[in-house]
């Protein structure tokens, strides 16, 4: 059996637009041909890939979601062959799409970024900002070719490296009446947490530190934001833990106050994560470059 890769081309964009006519109309080509096509590919391999049914909409089937999987892969590394092979016979472009969470996206890529447009400025890199569970899903979906996260990553088709240490701080409004030189586990489990949602790497961090001291701490409220979680316990609402990159000057101007735990160890590291068993770009491989060397 072999794999047409243009009827293989023409499933994706149908899955990617969630519909024939959107597929066709990106394609430039008409519908018909679109449906035939996939009918022609499903008919090789023996395998219903889509449902078809009135109101239901479009939906894979569990085949054409792994066809999807695999497929995103190939492109990938057509890609990256052609990016290669332009860079060989020098010809100075490409792409770069990097996935970051959020404390990474705002606060430690920027520099990286400034290095890497002002080496090659022909190539503008795009980054996509989500937690840390999203970006990995991006990039088993091969839609970005790097991705730097704070959160653990435990997925055997990625590479996961430590890149850097992101420090923490405990943070309460200014006037909490708790202890100015310490406060216990105990204190700190009978405050209303402000966390981050279920998948982001600070609410790693902030469950790693509750369980390894016994603070029983379960969310008073979840926000999908470190900025947010800041300016809301600066107005008087809850403790939470973030990083020091993103409390600091509000720690300098006395808007939060940081809470000392006697013997935690408030940091972690960030990863930086690749798909195993796909090249990387000569873009992405110099921003891996730029990174290691940070």
């Not at 035939?36 to 109101?55: F, N, Y």
């Not at 839609?143 to 990553?153: F, M």
């Amino acid at each position: 059996m072999t794999l047409n890769l243009h009827l293989v081309r023409l499933f994706v964009a149908v899955a990617e637009a969630g519909s024939f006519s959107r597929a066709a109309e990106g394609l430039w080509i008409s519908q018909p041909a679109v449906s035939k096509g996939i009918r022609e590919l499903e008919h090789q391999l023996d395998l219903t890939l889509i449902e078809r049914g009135a109101g239901k909409g479009l939906r894979l089937t569990e085949a054409g979601a792994s066809l999807l999987t695999h497929a995103r892969g190939i492109f990938a590394m057509e890609r990256a062959a052609l990016d290669d092979v332009r860079a060989r016979v020098g010809v100075q472009r490409g792409s770069l799409t990097l996935g970051a969470s959020t404390t990474v996206a705002s606060y430690w890529l920027p520099p990286q970024i400034a290095a890497f447009c002002a080496a090659y400025p022909a190539v503008v890199p795009r980054v996509t900002v989500g937690n840390t569970q999203w970006v990995c899903e991006q990039l088993l979906e091969c839609r970005i070719d790097l991705a730097l996260v704070e959160g653990r990553v435990d997925e055997e088709r990625v590479d996961v490296r430590e890149w850097t240490t992101d420090p923490l701080a405990i943070v309460a409004p200014p006037d909490a009446a708790l202890p100015r030189r310490g406060v216990t586990a105990a204190l700190l489990g009978r405050q209303n947490w402000i966390l981050r949602e279920p998948g982001s790497g600070t609410r790693q961090a902030t469950e790693a530190l509750c369980t390894a001291h016994g603070i029983d701490a379960p969310p008073w409220m979840e926000m999908a934001s470190n900025e947010a979680i800041a300016r809301t316990v600066a107005s008087g609402v809850g403790i939470s833990m973030l990083p020091r990159v993103v409390v600091a000057d509000m720690l300098a101007l006395g808007t939060l106050r940081e809470l000392k735990l006697p013997g935690a160890v408030l940091s972690r590291p960030l990863y930086r994560l690749a798909l195993k068993n796909r090249p990387l770009s000569p873009a992405a491989l110099r921003m891996a470059q730029i990174l290691d060397a940070s």
